[in-house]
């Protein structure tokens, strides 16, 4: 995946200047959802760092969830690197965007 799969600034731009405009339940909704997706890869990142960062425990050490969850971040990495931390630039602009496209009911 390219740089062009994220359209923050562009969604950014949009509701800026009044082009994007969404019904007040259903960008509350949105904006639920991009958070608790912004909270995963913040996560998954905090997991990645800590694994790259030293000496480490062999992943049979680990207790069986958090062994799934450093075998996923290290493989995801490995397929598409720097692929969290984009997410990580990328979600904030969509939740900002999707907060000034809200409209109220009328």
Known sequence: MDAEDFAGDLFLALATQGRLELDAAVADEAVAGLRRTLDVVVDRMRILRVWEGGA??????LPPGLAQAV????????????????????????????????????
């Open 56 to 61: 480490r425990p062999a992943v049979c050490d």
């Open 71 to 106: 075998v996923d971040v290290v493989f995801a990495e490995q397929l598409t690197p720097g692929r969290l931390e984009h997410a990580a630039r990328e979600l904030p602009k969509y939740i900002e965007a999707l907060r000034l496209a809200r409209r109220p009911p009328r």
